[in-house]
């Protein structure tokens, strides 16, 4: 209920969500899950070029550039 109504209130107040969809806390319980988690945070931005959205947003934003001047 907290939650909730906390992002309720920031998105309000900002004029737009400010969280992301589908998140979820996840509570870290043991040696086993922490370090599974680490090596999530850890190697994920490596694989970010293999994601098909990223590149679909990366390819938006190129075009969003102007050109840079000779």
Same mark, same amino acid.
């Given at each position: %209920?907290? =939650?909730?109504?906390?992002? &309720?209130?920031?998105?309000?107040? #900002?004029? /737009? #969500?400010? !969280? *992301?969809?589908? +998140? +979820?806390? /996840? =509570?870290?319980?043991? $040696? @086993? $899950?922490? &370090? @599974?988690? !680490? *090596? ?5 931005? #490596?694989? !970010? &070029?293999?994601? &098909? +959205? +990223?590149? $679909?947003?990366? @390819?938006?934003?190129? @075009? #969003? *550039?102007?050109?840079? %001047?000779?």
């Amino acid at each position: %209920m907290f =939650i909730s109504t906390l992002k &309720r209130l920031t998105n309000k107040t #900002a004029g /737009h #969500a400010l !969280w *992301q969809r589908g +998140y +979820y806390d /996840h =509570i870290i319980r043991n $040696d @086993r $899950d922490y &370090r @599974r988690i !680490w *090596q999530y945070i850890d190697t994920n931005p #490596a694989k !970010w &070029r293999e994601d &098909r +959205y +990223y590149c $679909d947003m990366e @390819r938006e934003n190129d @075009r #969003a *550039q102007p050109a840079e %001047m000779p």
